[in-house]
């Protein structure tokens, strides 16, 4: 407890968004996210995630990923982005490898989880936070290194799930 107090405390002082998202980053590592991406839209629509100029992006995933990922919109066929936009809450990446196995990811989906796993990400955790209004939308997916299963993680999160879901939202109400 005294530990997710002082994890709590070191976000809600963070002075400055940059400070805030370097705080967040070393905590998250501290639980073996090697990568986070955050991202938030107060503009989503039925066909729209709104204009990308006004969206918040934060990331410590490698450069070459977010440049496609991001900047060149393959995350709009990403199956946990898709899950944030209809979620709430917490979901398992454990939820792609069942969606492959039940036959229902589409071919772009399927493409996004191969280029995933180009940059060794394949295990990790997606939390979607809820909007203010249905207009607004954030969600952050952490992952952990190539060296690590989704097994490893499924096990750490029924440990330390709890902590870590109450640390991300903190960041993201801050935010």
Sequence with gaps: ????????????????????????????????????????????????LGDPADWIVLSTYPTGFTEVFVDQGLFYHAPMVKWVINNDGVCSWRHISEMRHAGTLTDK??????F??????????????????????AGIALAVGPDR???EVDEMWKRDG????VINHMMHLKL
């Design 116 to 137: 995933n796993a180009k940059f060794g990400l394949k295990a990790g955790y997606t939390v979607s936070f809820r909007g203010v209004s249905n207009r607004s939308r």
């Design 162 to 165: 709890q902590s870590i879901t």
């Design 1 to 48: 407890m005294k530990q997710l107090v002082a994890q709590l405390t070191a976000i809600s002082e963070a002075r400055t968004d940059q400070e805030l998202w370097e705080r967040h980053v070393e905590i998250m590592r501290g639980y073996g996210f090697a990568y986070l991406l955050y991202g938030f839209t107060r503009y989503l629509t039925d066909r729209s």
């Design 109 to 114: 989906e399927l493409e996004v989880v191969a």
């Design 149 to 151: 299963t989704q097994d």
